[in-house]
C-alpha cells in the first residue's frame, strides 16, 4: 500500500513490459515531509519516521526553515505533510503539487487556509489533545510565575484559594483546571460550545458569559482558538471587569488580544499583569511600558515537550498512514 503510482491502465506501458521491467523502476514510495520551522525533539522525529517507514513511505524533514521558498521547495513532491504552526496558505499548496494530506500535529489549525486546502483537494487535519497537558502546565507556570512577582525578590502571593476563569473549556481548559485543582484553586469556566454538565462533571463551575468569567476571577486563562468571532475579542472593556490584582495568561493565540486596547488598560491600571506564550506583535512597548507586570516567552513554548512532541508527532504520522491505508479522515477539519 505504500506506493503512489502503480501501474495503470493509463500506463503506456503493455503487459509484457509490465512483467520484464522491475517493479522498483515502477513504483515511487509516497513522500511525507515534516517542515518544521520550529522542530520536534529528536525523540519524537524517530516516532515519526518509524511510523512513516513501516507503513513503506519515505521521510523528508525540513527543520528550522527560515524562508518560505524553502517550504515551497520541499513540498513539491510530497504527497503528504506534517506541520507545527508552520503557515500553510494557497501558495504553499500551489507549490504542492502531489499533497493529499496536511496534518497539524497540534491544536489549533488557524496556520491553514482550510478554503485552499480543500479548492486543491488536500485534506486538513489537527491532533486534538495531543499535546494540552505541556500546554496547560506551562499555563499554570505563567500564573505562578506572576503571583510571584516574575522571581524578583519581593513577596508575592500564592495560588491555593484564588479565582481561577478558564476561557474556553477544552482539551487545554480542562487540562489547566485539573492542575489548577491541584493547587487548591477556585476554577470557574466559560465556553459558549460546552454543555455545563462537561464543567461541573469535572469539579469546575460554569459561568454564562465572558463578562461574568473576568469579573469574578482573580486569574484568566486563555484558551479560545483564533477564529473570525474571537480576533481582538479580549478587550478593554473585557479585561477592565477583573478584580484588582487581575492576572491574564495567554497560551493560545496573540490574535485574541487587542493589543491597543490592553496596552492602554494597563497603563490606566497598574495592578493588572500580562503573561503570554504567543509574543505580541507589540512586545517591545509591553516591555517598555509594563516591566514587572508583563513577560512574553521568545517563541511559543506551550507544546514545546518531548512528550506533547511524541504525542503529536506520532499522531499525525498514524493519521497519515490511515487516511491512505484505510480512507480514514476522522480529524479533518476542512470540508
Ligand atoms: C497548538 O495549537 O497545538 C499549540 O498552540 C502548539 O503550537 P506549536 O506546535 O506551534 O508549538
Known amino acids: 500500500m505504500g506506493y503512489s503510482y502503480l501501474i495503470s491502465a493509463n500506463n ?7 512483467k520484464s521491467i522491475e517493479l522498483t523502476t515502477l513504483i ?13 525533539a529528536k525523540v519524537a522525529v524517530d516516532g515519526i519516521r518509524e511510523v512513516i517507514e513501516a507503513a513503506g513511505y519515505e521521510l523528508a524533514l525540513l527543520e528550522k526553515y527560515t524562508a518560505k521558498q524553502q517550504l515551497l521547495e520541499a513540498i513539491a513532491d510530497a504527497d503528504a505533510l506534517i506541520i507545527r504552526s508552520d503557515v500553510v496558505d494557497a ?11 496536511v496534518v497539524r500535529a497540534g491544536a489549533g489549525y488557524d496556520n491553514i487556509d482550510l478554503e485552499a486546502a480543500t479548492a486543491h483537494k488536500v485534506v486538513a487535519m489537527n491532533t486534538p489533545g495531543q ?16 503571583v510571584r512577582n516574575l ?5 508575592g502571593t500564592e495560588l491555593k484559594g484564588k479565582k481561577l476563569g478558564i476561557h474556553a473549556f477544552g482539551n487545554v ?34 459561568l454564562h458569559s465572558a463578562q461574568e468569567l473576568y469579573k469574578t476571577c482573580d486569574i484568566v486563562s486563555l484558551h479560545i482558538p483564533a477564529t473570525a ?7 478593554y472593556e473585557l479585561v477592565n471587569l477583573m478584580p484588582k490584582g487581575g492576572v491574564l495568561v495567554n497560551t493560545a493565540r496573540k490574535e485574541v488580544i487587542d493589543e491597543d ?22 512586545d517591545v512597548k509591553f516591555r517598555e511600558l509594563f516591566e514587572g507586570r508583563y513577560f512574553a516567552t521568545p517563541k511559543k513554548m506551550g507544546a514545546q515537550t518531548a512528550e506533547a512532541n511524541i504525542n503529536a508527532g506520532i499522531a499525525a504520522a498514524k493519521q497519515i498512514v490511515d487516511f491512505f491505508q484505510n480512507g480514514n479522515t476522522r480529524f479533518q477539519v476542512n470540508k
Open 91 to 101: 501558495e504553499v499548496l500551489d507549490a504542492a503539487k502531489q499533497l493529499k494530506i
Open 151 to 155: 522571581y524578583n525578590g519581593t513577596s
Open 229 to 235: 468571532e474571537t480576533k481582538n475579542s479580549i478587550n
Open 131 to 146: 499535546n494540552s497537558n505541556a500546554v496547560a502546565e506551562l499555563a499554570l507556570g505563567l500564573m505562578v510565575y506572576a
Open 173 to 206: 481548559g480542562r487540562n489547566v483546571a485539573r492542575i489548577a485543582q491541584g493547587f487548591g484553586m477556585e476554577v470557574y469556566a466559560y465556553d459558549a460550545y460546552c454543555p455545563d454538565e462537561a464543567m461541573t462533571a469535572a469539579g469546575v463551575t460554569p
Open 261 to 282: 486596547g490592553l496596552i492602554k488598560l494597563m497603563q490606566e491600571r497598574t495592578d493588572l499583569k500580562y503573561m503570554t506564550d504567543i509574543m505580541p506583535a507589540a
Open 28 to 40: 515511487k514510495p509516497m513522500k511525507v515531509l515534516v517542515a518544521t520551522e520550529k522542530p520536534f
Open 12 to 18: 503506456p506501458i503493455n503487459k509484457a513490459q509490465h
